[in-house]
């Protein structure tokens, strides 16, 4: 599968965004989704997965602010980010899987979108 992020920007605290994640191929619904970010120096961190059935899973730092969701019909899934912080500011990428996270590390997805950047200013 090929994975297209893109949704990235520049935003003042407290705003939003919502990134997309166009996926290539018939069976995307098949595909456990993840997002990952990555800012300079420092390894990419989970911050959200969604299974097959819908089943969602957050990073601490982002609960009851950001919501995953997926789009079967549309081969997409979304990263919606509300009440962004400064310390959100990262290359946001998203990610498949075909089986589910072990640990949600970087080791438990096969394929990788080219990532897009998110700045929060303050």
């Known amino acids: 599968v090929q994975l297209q992020a893109s949704g990235g920007g520049l935003v003042q605290a407290g705003g939003s965004l919502r990134l997309s994640c166009a996926a290539s191929?018939?069976?995307?619904?098949?595909?456990?989704m993840g997002w990952f970010r990555q800012t300079p120096g420092t390894e990419r961190e989970f911050v959200a997965d969604?299974?097959?059935?819908?089943?969602?899973y957050y990073t601490d730092s982002v609960k009851g602010r950001f919501t995953i969701s997926r789009d079967n019909a549309k081969n997409t899934v979304y990263l919606q980010m509300n009440s962004l912080k400064p310390e959100d500011t990262a290359v946001y990428y998203c990610?498949?899987?075909?089986?589910?996270?072990?640990?949600?590390?970087?080791?438990?997805?096969?394929?990788w979108g080219q990532g897009t950047l998110v700045t929060v200013s303050s």
């Open positions: 990610a498949a899987s075909l089986r589910a996270p072990a640990v949600r590390g970087v080791d438990d997805y096969d394929y």
């Open positions: 969604i299974s097959w059935t819908g089943s969602t």
């Open positions: 191929g018939r069976t995307f619904s098949y595909y456990f």
